[in-house]
């Protein structure tokens, strides 16, 4: 059965450091991977999304991700944290119509 | 293009009840899925519907249920309402187009209360 699997339910960083959301996936095949994000009280939000293109992905407010399909991993990277990246993100994979979600990851931002 | 839009936003039921929530996908989306949110479960599939049929369904009792019409906007309806039911009900459309995996597009949510 494909799975995905957020490895950390929290994290947390300081204001202005490096952003690791980790993700690993179970499939087959080779997925459609996603990174959404949920800030509290608020809708999802695609940050970027894998489809078997280039391996590293470019997503919005600096965001991105590398598919590493030997690993079977596709971590979410910030070169530098801000205060308004405090969310939970979540990684998804495709699987025949339908989205295998992770259990999240909240990110925390110290000032 | 207007996004996905679901009414109502906040509703507080009792046990027993029902309950239909209504999603409005982008303009020209023809899939429409349905997640529950909850603290403990995290999101959960519901179902998928697309032109108007039940294409995917997830592992949810009967007491959940739902619909398509032929604008493509889309109702979920839950019966017997029970305290667990209480989440955050998130609707997301896509274009589906050709049957592949298409990016989803999220609406705001409907959180729903039984008391």
């Known amino acids: 059965a494909q799975s995905v699997t957020q490895l950390d339910s929290h994290v947390s960083v300081s204001e202005g450091t490096p952003v690791l959301l980790r993700c690993n996936y179970s499939?087959?095949?080779?997925?459609?991977l996603f990174w959404y994000v949920q800030h509290p009280n608020k809708g999802l939000q695609l940050l970027l999304k894998?489809?078997?293109?280039a391996t590293l992905v470019k997503g919005i407010n600096g965001f991105e991700a590398e598919f590493k399909k030997s690993e079977t991993s596709f971590h979410l990277t910030k070169p530098s944290a801000h205060m308004s990246d405090a969310a939970e993100y979540f990684c998804v994979a495709d699987s025949n119509y339908q989205l295998i979600w992770g259990a999240g990851t909240k990110l925390i931002i110290k000032p | 293009k207007a996004g996905v839009t679901q009414t109502p936003r906040y509703l507080i039921k009792t046990r027993g009840q029902q309950v239909t929530l209504s999603c409005s996908p982008i303009?020209?989306?023809?899939?429409v899925s349905w997640y529950q949110q909850t603290p403990g479960q995290g999101l959960q599939f519901l179902f998928e519907y697309f032109s108007e049929t039940q294409r995917n369904k997830g592992n949810f009792p009967g007491r959940f249920s739902g619909r398509q019409f032929s604008n493509s906007r889309s109702e979920m309806n839950v019966s017997t309402l029970e305290l667990g039911d209480s989440a955050l009900y998130l609707c997301?459309?896509?274009?589906?187009?050709?049957?592949?995996?298409?990016?989803?597009?999220f609406g705001p949510g409907t959180r729903l209360l039984v008391l």
């Open positions: 997301a459309s896509s274009l589906s187009v050709g049957g592949e995996q298409e990016t989803q597009y």
């Open positions: 499939s087959s095949y080779s997925p459609s």
């Open positions: 894998y489809t078997s293109a």
């Open positions: 303009s020209g989306h023809r899939s």
